[in-house]
């Protein structure tokens, strides 16, 4: 499988988030070889979208010849979109939510009612792509933290998306949270190969991923006695 990880995170491979990630893909491949590309959304050179519309009424492209030209091929040339990212102020990063305003070229201006919603017709064929979203944060609560990302994902991505949030994450860049920080990445892993496998991850796995590693009161008092 194609997989295009877009690492949000603007402490690139010292991401907390992204050693789930590359947990999660590790029980990819020990499902099957995979063929993986990364991109540090921070490092790339992505203008905001300014709302013209130029790209829905032109085919496709965009006013700005910069960096996500070359990604939105990517995009079109992948099986699996990854979005790792860590929570920021309970959504997306802003250079991760950059890239993601400009994939407006690929649907056309044209609306159709899907259900009870409206959507744009796509002017590319992206109907193949699966969407992952891992999300790591720092206070130790899930409840009334992921839901606004969370939402945001599942609006934008209606078919084809798994989730998986994990609070806590700064513990994964702790050595001394090893004891509880391996665990919870071998379960990663273990959801990494089912979802390879099976293109799910069972809810009882998610929710034992999601839940924190130690207790909050617990979690809450090292990070307050750390200051
Ligand atoms: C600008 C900013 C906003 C944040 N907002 C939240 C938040 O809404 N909820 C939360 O639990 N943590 C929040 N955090 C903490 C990060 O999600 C946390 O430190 C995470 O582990 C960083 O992951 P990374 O190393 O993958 O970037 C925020 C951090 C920053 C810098």
Do not use: W
């Not at 099957?32 to 032109?58: L, M, S, W």
């Not at 078919?159 to 071998?186: D, G, K, Q, W, Y």
Request: net charge negative; glycine share 6%.
């Amino acid at each position: 499988m194609k997989i295009l990880v877009l690492n949000g995170s603007p402490k690139r491979d010292k991401s907390d988030t992204m050693h789930i990630t590359r947990a999660f893909l590790e029980g990819m491949r020990d499902a099957a070889p995979q063929e993986i590309h990364e991109i540090d959304v921070i490092d790339r050179h992505i203008e905001y979208c300014t709302g013209c519309f130029a790209c829905k009424r032109n085919g496709g492209t965009c006013i700005y010849d910069d960096d996500m030209r070359a990604i939105l091929d990517e995009i079109l040339d992948s099986d699996l979109l990854l979005f790792s990212f860590p929570l920021y102020c309970y959504g997306m990063p802003a250079p991760l939510k950059a890239l993601l305003d400009r994939t407006m070229p690929l649907s056309s201006m044209a609306m159709r009612k899907v259900g009870d919603r409206y959507e744009h017709v796509g002017q590319a064929d992206f109907s193949r792509l699966r969407y992952m979203m891992i999300c790591g944060c720092g206070f130790p609560n899930s409840r009334h933290n992921f839901e606004p990302a969370v939402a945001q994902f599942k609006q934008c991505f209606p078919c084809n998306h798994t989730i998986l949030t994990i609070p806590e994450s700064p513990m994964f860049n702790a050595p001394e949270a090893a004891v509880v920080t391996e665990p919870r990445l071998r379960l990663v892993r273990k959801s990494g190969k089912q979802y390879a496998e099976t293109g799910e991850i069972d809810t009882s796995l998610l929710a034992e991923i999601g839940s924190p590693m130690i207790p909050e009161e617990q979690y809450a008092a090292i990070v307050n006695g750390g200051m």
